[in-house]
């Protein structure tokens, strides 16, 4: 992650880590040749066409805290819905990764309970249980590092961060750049005290309507995400403090008990094809299958060459090292900014 200027920043926005689940559909789901709700790959439903046929039968997927300017979500959600002629509904654009857990629990059985989710790989870790395996066809182009190999979840491509993943990064961040480390985050929660006692902290969720209107003219972000600030703000800046480069992935999960089984990983399928790979790289994010897309000569070079430059080594946190940052930040970030 880097720091922004005008938007202090989380910075490398890499793609979004998915944890597809084998979902089990409120109807039952499927065809005669495709099963969705035991699928753990498009050739145990039949292959792609049975997938689509299915999907199509269902002719909805409920997506949640996917905000349309997002890595250029909107992008492929307007083209999957018009490619398989499925409805989108997409629920708390600006929600964190908590709420999408919480929106699985208490909408469970119903028809409006989110089909997927994108989450940080801290809240995927502590609730697998929601997930079921899944591989989508590009599964051999992820590297191993970051996929779990029976195929419960892989990577993929602000606010409170004892709940949100982004916010979470930016108090590792905060801390890297203040002679922390990524096992050691107290650093990074002093950071943000200090700011809290010099009357500098904002307890505002950054969005891009926050940063337009001037509440948050300084924010902790991936870098994707405030390269598209300059469109708003004259002058918007990045700044990128020195050894405090932090990457990161995110999870995308299918519920297990999601309504529409077959749309869901149809739409798993999408973001993990070369066009929905692009569709992320176009948004300034840089997709898990980038160097096998290159490789392949499949990767849009134009939006490669136009990706924010970073210079150094970025720190990949590992699993338990997110999962023991956010357990130290929960235990003190109250008392640390109130």
Not at 50 to 57: E, G, H, N
Not at 167 to 184: E, F, K
Not at 196 to 207: D, F, L, Q, R
Request: charged share 15%.
């Amino acid at each position: 992650m880097k720091f922004v200027s005008l938007t202090r920043h989380l910075g490398m926005a890499i793609a979004a880590f998915v944890v597809v689940t084998a979902c089990g559909s409120t109807s039952g789901g499927g065809t005669a040749s495709c099963k969705p709700s035991t699928a753990t790959s498009v050739a145990d439903c039949g292959g792609l066409d049975a997938l689509v046929t299915a999907a199509k039968a269902e002719g909805k997927l409920n997506i949640i805290a996917t905000p349309p300017d997002w890595a250029n979500y909107g992008a492929s959600i307007n083209a999957f819905s018009a490619k398989y002629n499925i409805k989108i509904t997409s629920a708390n654009p600006n929600g964190s990764s908590q709420e999408e857990v919480d929106a699985v629990k208490n909408l469970a059985g119903t028809s409006s309970a989110p089909d997927v989710l994108d989450v940080g790989l801290s809240v995927a870790l502590a609730n697998t249980a929601l997930f079921a395996p899944y591989k989508v066809a590009t599964w051999n182009d992820i590297p191993t590092a970051q996929k779990e190999a029976s195929g419960l979840w892989w990577l993929a491509l602000a606010g409170d961060p004892t709940k949100s993943n982004q916010a979470l990064n930016g108090v590792i961040m905060a801390s890297l750049a203040n002679g922390g480390s990524a096992d050691d985050v107290s650093k990074g929660v002093d950071f943000f005290h200090q700011l809290k006692m010099a009357g500098n902290y904002v307890p505002v969720i950054g969005t891009a309507a926050t940063v337009k209107a001037g509440q948050t003219p300084v924010v902790f972000e991936w870098d994707y995400l405030s390269s598209s600030h300059g469109k708003d703000v004259s002058g918007w800046k990045i700044f990128e403090p020195s050894g405090a480069l932090l990457g990161n992935y995110y999870t995308q999960a299918i519920n297990k008990a999601a309504p529409h089984p077959a749309a869901v990983r149809l739409w798993e399928e999408y973001l993990f094809s070369d066009e929905g790979q692009n569709n992320w790289l176009k948004g300034g994010a840089r997709p898990v299958r980038m160097a096998a897309m290159e490789k392949s000569g499949k990767l849009d070079a134009t939006a490669a060459a136009a990706l924010p430059k970073v210079s150094g080594n970025p720190v990949f946190p590992t699993p338990d090292q997110q999962t023991a940052a956010g357990t130290y930040v929960k235990a003190h970030w109250s008392a640390a900014v109130g």
